[in-house]
């Protein structure tokens, strides 16, 4: 794969993933077009009993609700300063979401990225929050 083969798009803010105990619901996603997605979720500090997981919703319309069997990760309670990582490959619905249960404690969260991969087109382009550069075998010199 290489970095033409991906499209990335920000799920949620740095804002909303601020410690706190309610849930997060990450936007929604169309996979129409794509193979694979990967939801990566950087946590920070997760307070001592805290219950927090992290679920893949999806459904035939903007407004996933249904939950994708397997799909819950836990987030205990050590987990600091660690990456989560869910990845679903062929979802079976068109749209998606990432979903972040936090109860009784306080949970941080950094900013949850989707990168969706085996794009059915060359080129996709990223998210309208996402800017970045490209560049295919760079020489070595001054930036």
């Given at each position: 794969m290489?970095v033409v ?8 803010t ?10 997060i ?5 169309d ?8 939801i ?11 219950v927090?997981?992290?679920?893949w919703q ?5 407004s996933p609700t249904?939950?994708v069997?397997?799909?819950?990760i836990?987030?205990?309670d ?11 490959v062929?979802p079976q619905k068109r ?8 109860a009784?404690q306080n949970?941080?969260?950094?900013a949850i990225t989707?990168v969706l991969t ?6 996709p382009?990223?998210?309208?929050t ?5 560049h295919i075998?760079?020489a070595?010199?001054?930036a």
């Open positions: 290489s083969d991906m499209k990335v798009v920000q799920a949620t740095v804002t909303a993933g601020a410690a706190g105990s309610s849930a619901n990450g936007a929604t996603v996979m129409s077009g794509f193979e694979e997605i990967a990566i979720v950087p946590v920070g500090i997760v307070v001592n009993g805290a927090t997981s992290i679920k999806e459904g035939d319309t903007t249904t939950d069997v397997g799909t819950n836990t987030i205990a050590t987990d600091d300063d660690t990456t989560k990582i869910l990845r679903i062929k749209y998606g979401r990432v979903v972040v249960s936090r009784t949970a941080t969260l950094g989707y085996g794009p059915r087109t060359l080129r382009a990223d998210g309208s996402v800017v970045g550069e490209l075998s760079p070595a010199g001054t």
